[in-house]
T-cell receptor, first 112, second 112 residues
């Protein structure tokens, strides 16, 4: 079936440290993997995505890596800042490319 | 501004009432989705649509219905509201393959 597992469920880091969130997926046909950031009381916002033809993508302090053989992908945030505190969701395109299956979310807290 | 709009933003309603949550997007996207989410928690797919006159059930579809008569409009109807329906409802759309969702700001529903 279509399943996306996400770890950890909560992550606390000191400001300036790096944060890593990992996801695994089950649908071998998945070829698109977005990451969303949801701040308290707000809508989820797309922050970065990766397609299956590349192994890594970077945008300033955030990067995503993809290992299609192992069916896992990760979000890396460097030099974390308090405004990075939010819930982060990974997702994989499933259902024949018709819908996103989301992970269960990671609550990231960046402490001063 | 091209975006996805949800109304009402907040709704308090009595048990047994019929309600319709509105969702409209001005981006010309074919694919639209409804999710249920308790704040900061998992996203549960309720219904989705590939385009006009197409609707599909998600994981939590049994107590609601949707329609897609126009590309830009995708309303969600609860026939008989129950306290267990208390949650946030997020509408989303995307243009096609290999693209992520744009989410609306959500409707926070409370059934008393």
């Amino acid at each position: 079936g279509e399943n996306v597992e996400q770890h950890p469920s909560t992550l606390s880091v000191q400001e300036g440290d790096s944060a890593v969130i990992k996801c695994t997926y089950s649908d071998s046909a998945s070829n698109y993997f977005p990451w969303y950031k949801q701040e308290l009381g707000k809508r989820p916002q797309l922050i970065i995505d990766i397609r299956s033809n590349v192994g890594e993508k970077k945008d300033q302090r955030i990067a995503v890596t993809l290992n299609k053989t192992a069916k896992h992908f990760s979000l890396h945030i460097t030099e974390t800042q308090p405004e990075d505190s939010a819930v982060y969701f990974c997702a994989a395109l499933t259902g024949g490319g018709n819908k996103l299956t989301f992970g269960t979310g990671t609550q990231l807290k960046v402490e001063l | 501004e091209a975006d996805i709009y949800q109304t009402p933003r907040y709704l308090v309603i009595g048990t047994g009432k019929k309600i319709t949550l509105e969702c409209s997007q001005t981006m010309g996207h074919d694919k639209m989705y409804w999710y249920q989410q308790d704040p900061g928690m998992e996203l549960h797919l309720i219904h989705y649509s590939y385009g006009v006159n197409s609707t599909e059930k998600g994981d939590l579809s049994s107590e609601s219905t949707v329609s897609r008569i126009r590309t830009e409009h995708f309303p969600l109807t609860l026939e008989s509201a129950r306290p267990s329906h208390t949650s946030q409802y997020l509408c989303a759309s995307r243009p096609g393959q290999d693209y992520g969702y744009t989410f609306g700001s959500g409707t926070r529903l409370t059934v008393v």
